[in-house]
């Protein structure tokens, strides 16, 4: 670093800062936290959220790309056993729901990081304490390399000690915690302008001096300056259950911002050693965590194959199996069997080459293992969606039940060879039994190396609304009108500052009243944050060791199963291998509807429903599908009766179109099948790929074949565009235009 650098950045970094994953706690974004440092030329940040690192690996990211250093670190409550006994404990004893009083702990290393993974997992798995997640003192002692320790200042063990009168135990507590932080224990310090704060930091800083353990300044930061604070408050109302006129309870101050380098310094002007400190910690955590390469676990076999080997032989014994029941007809003589088997042959040879060389057999054994399970149990599963039905692997190993070749379905768009990201299939499972598959899977691979995925949910703008309104107090008909101000459409949700932009009776409502202003205002500075975590209704992930070695575990309350706090994108960047088990309600009634069919003598086998039955087809025009699954709204069913379907294609193509936009090409593709207008290609050239559709573009894998035939493209190309259009970033579309009318003009086709 230059002089000039090292002189510019700020004397001081923040070491407490509760980001917005400090559920209904913090109000920091963590993009905030990038703009913050920068506008105060802090050199390093660090996260420490109360009693979790669902931000951390997210933090890590972010901020090095910022050239900003990431601390990471936990505000971690401890329970710290019978070695301090005194009145402190005494008190805690008498309220169990105060939680237990907290340290923090930032990582200095790698070690530091993994045992922060193992902590707070602990602290969510294994804590039978009312109170909430919290380790025991003999747990931090074991996993204290790497880690260094802040006091917790007068939320910490010493201070808990100290504001009870007893001296003697907040010593022989700090003698303790610095036996198991050696040299890593630092005596903290704060000034909010609380009462507690003066009162306690002389007893902090006489223990400091007499047993010579360094000091440290900190500011709590949950927002990020004064004018954020109100919205705050409001806030921990929310979490809290409180009014914001109530005189009791809990507040914090309008200092408890993200406050300046200069304003600490002038703060703590008679303790500078304190200020220093924050810049000798932050130099001692240099190291950050960062994604990592999946990895999958080890597919379990026996009989000495080889992952590799085991899928080629069980594809091609599949694939046989798939031939005789669906693409060979009884009359076929050798010469007809052969010439049908060749395109599949070949595909299936491609597909194995791309999924060998990208390292991904283990996944599609995986799959077919627990799939294969769920099927020899009498579970139904779906016959697979999404692009992972493009796979031909899948279809010979019963992962899914669609002959790619026969809906012209492309493999590059579930595995694409020039861009390395990994396979995801859409597993549907009878709602009322994919627990069962589930539980298989962790019985499989071990309880400690599968868990469900996290998700947060979040204030947005109807929520938000109602959550201040009621803390503010404001009369409920006056909130729930504001709230049905706000326009509903989950397909395009409305930010609350958009709904006041294009509706007008809300902003008249926001100048008429200044309780709703306040609301509203209040509300607008609070929407986004997360409100709450929960369990993602389908990820599930399978490591090849405990997952607390790679992720922190958090606990569900409605669930006895591991969940990871990292969220689905970066739980993969940890190097986990996500795979979807969905719940689908549609396969447990077409369960009990057979269930139903067999009570009363007849039988019916899913597997082999005719897709060309006139009765069908003659219902389905008459939009007689109530019930039927993804076919029974309003508007599809008029849909229904204008097309009056023929063939299995038909459904397919207008439950992709039944979408905001496509939808508007319905019309199109109904007048061109009835011959009501001509069918138009793009170009000649295309007439082959959309002759299917009388014309119209519906489907994804014509987009890339499109490319293909008319620009040039590899498939694994096309998919890198297909994802662009998807995106719709317009540098890359940009990119990719100007790639596509090169490639089109050297095949002739004349420039618009």
Not at 537 to 559: C, K, M, Q, T, W
Request: proline content about 7%; glycine content about 8%; charged content about 25%.
């Amino acid at each position: 670093m230059s002089n000039r650098r090292r002189s510019s950045l700020a004397p001081f970094v923040h070491l407490r800062v509760h980001t917005a994953y400090s559920l209904l706690e913090g109000a920091l974004h963590i993009k905030d936290l990038v703009q913050l440092a920068q506008a105060h030329a802090m050199p390093a940040v660090a996260m420490t959220d109360s009693a979790n690192l669902f931000g951390a690996l997210e933090f890590s990211e972010t901020l090095a790309a910022a050239g900003i250093q990431p601390i990471i670190g936990i505000t971690l409550p401890v329970v710290m056993g019978g070695q301090q006994a005194g009145p402190a404990d005494d008190a805690r004893q008498k309220s169990p729901a105060r939680v237990p009083p907290c340290l923090v702990l930032l990582a200095q290393n790698e070690t530091g990081y993994r045992n922060l993974l193992k902590l707070v997992s602990a602290a969510h798995l294994e804590s039978a304490d009312d109170r909430g997640p919290a380790v025991t003192l003999d747990r931090l002692a074991e996993r204290a390399d790497g880690l260094i320790c802040l006091s917790g200042a007068q939320e910490g063990p010493i201070g808990e000690r100290l504001l009870a009168g007893n001296a003697v135990g907040a010593e022989t507590c700090a003698d303790h915690l610095a036996g198991i932080f050696p040299g890593r224990f630092y005596i903290e310090l704060q000034r909010h302008g609380l009462a507690l704060e003066e009162r306690l930091e002389p007893e902090f800083l006489k223990l400091a001096f007499h047993h010579d353990w360094p000091l440290v300044a900190t500011n709590q930061c949950y927002f990020s300056d004064p004018s954020m604070y109100e919205a705050h408050d409001a806030l921990r109302c929310i979490a809290g259950g409180h009014y914001v006129a109530d005189p009791d309870r809990p507040r914090l101050t309008p200092d408890h911002g993200f406050k300046s380098a200069d304003e600490m310094v002038e703060l703590f002007h008679d303790i500078p050693e304190a200020v220093r400190n924050t810049l000798v910690i932050a130099r001692r955590c240099a190291w950050r965590p960062q994604p990592i390469a999946p990895i999958l676990p080890s597919f379990s076999a026996t009989g000495g194959e080889t992952e590799e080997e085991i899928l080629r032989r069980q594809a091609a014994e599949g694939l046989r199996e798939r031939l005789e029941a669906h693409v060979f007809a009884p009359q076929d003589d050798g010469t007809a069997r052969k010439e049908k088997a060749k395109p599949y042959e070949e595909r299936l040879a491609y597909e194995l080459d791309i999924i060998t060389k990208m390292g991904f057999p283990g996944y599609f054994l995986i799959v077919s293992d627990f799939i294969r399970w769920a099927k020899d149990h009498g579970i139904p599963v779906g016959p697979g969606r999404g692009s992972g039905a493009g796979s031909l692997v899948a279809w010979a190993l019963r992962i899914t039940d669609l002959d790619p070749l026969r809906f012209s379905l492309l493999f590059e768009r579930f595995l694409n060879p020039e861009r390395v990201s990994m396979p995801d299939f859409d597993i549907d499972f009878c709602q009322d039994r994919r627990e069962e598959v589930i539980r298989y899977v962790q019985d499989k691979y071990g309880r400690d190396r599968v868990a469900q995925i996290i998700t947060f949910g979040k204030l947005q703008a109807r929520a938000v609304l109602r959550d201040v309104g009621r803390v503010m107090q404001q009369p409920y008909p006056v909130t729930d009108r504001l709230c049905k101000l706000v326009p509903n459409n989950p397909a395009d949700p409305k930010t609350l500052a958009e709904a006041l932009a294009e509706e007008p009776r809300l902003e008249a409502e926001r100048r008429s009243d200044p309780l709703t202003a306040t609301v509203i205002d209040r509300a607008l500075k609070l929407e986004g944050l997360y409100r709450h975590a929960s369990t993602h209704a389908a990820g599930v992930v399978i490591g090849d060791r405990p997952l607390d070695e790679l992720v922190p575990l958090y606990r569900d309350p409605r669930s006895d199963m591991p969940v990871t706090q990292f969220n689905m994108k970066w739980v993969e960047q940890a190097g986990l291998v996500k795979f979807d088990f969905l719940g689908l309600k549609t396969l447990t009634v077409l369960a009990r509807a057979v269930d139903h069919v067999k009570e009363r003598g007849g039988t019916v086998d899913l597997a082999h429903v005719p897709l060309d039955d006139p009765a069908t087809f003659a219902l389905l025009a008459r939009g007689e599908t109530a019930g039927v699954f993804q076919l029974e709204s309003a508007g599809m069913r008029a849909a229904l009766k204008g097309l009056k379907p023929d063939k299995f294609e038909d459904i397919i193509a207008l439950v992709a179109l039944y979408r905001p936009g496509p939808m508007d090409n319905i019309p199109v593709y109904v007048n061109r099948k009835h011959g009501l207008e001509p069918v138009e290609y793009p170009h000649p050239m295309l007439e082959e790929i959309l002759a299917e559709t009388y014309g119209v573009i519906i489907y994804q894998e014509q987009v890339m074949q499109i490319a293909q035939v008319m620009a040039g493209y590899s498939l694994g190309e096309a998919d890198l565009l297909r994802r662009a259009m998807g995106k719709k970033i317009k540098e890359e579309m940009d990119r990719q235009r100007a790639r596509f009318v090169e490639g089109a003009v050297e095949r002739g086709v004349e420039r618009a």
